[in-house]
């Protein structure tokens, strides 16, 4: 097994406040915005609702592939060691930005690293990834994973 690092990248995503069942998040990101309309980023940033991350190989268009291990999963619970997070309010509308590190074994060592990042594009491992926290997105501005 070679233990690999990855970076999942998630961009501008727009928060669907309409989509919030659970009532203690919706309560927690009323809260986000209202900071964040009066300017306050960092008290907005700590009041998030724990966020987490999730990379599932099952997810990828070829689950069975020569790199990952079947049914290879990743689970973080998200804290300043492991990823950034960015907030923006922009004509009434919250958008969030997410930057996660993270490693798993390969079954094989990536000799040529541009390659392996365009055929993760390929098979559609950026989207096999998630960002949790009881709220979800109606759209971005794109999402990356890649190696290092």
């Given amino acids: 097994m070679y233990n690999t690092t990855f970076t999942w990248t998630l961009k501008r995503g727009f928060i669907d406040m309409d989509s919030i069942e659970e009532p203690c998040v919706r309560a927690a990101m009323e809260k986000v915005q209202a900071l964040l309309e009066e300017g306050n980023s960092s008290l907005?940033?700590?009041?998030?609702?724990?966020?987490?991350?999730?990379?599932?190989?099952?997810?990828?268009?070829?689950?069975e592939n020569p790199y990952f291990p079947q049914d290879s999963e990743v689970f973080l619970d998200l804290d300043a060691s492991n990823s950034h997070i960015g907030l923006a309010l922009r004509g009434g509308r919250m958008y969030l930005t997410a930057v996660v590190q993270f490693s798993m074994d390969l079954l094989q060592e990536v000799k040529d690293l541009e390659a392996f990042n365009e055929w993760l594009a390929d098979e559609g491992a950026p989207f096999a990834c998630a960002l949790l926290g009881g709220f979800s997105f109606v759209e971005d501005d794109g999402c990356t994973l890649l190696a290092h």
């Fill in 44 to 63: 907005a940033l700590a009041a998030l609702p724990p966020l987490s991350f999730e990379f599932s190989c099952s997810q990828m268009d070829t689950p």
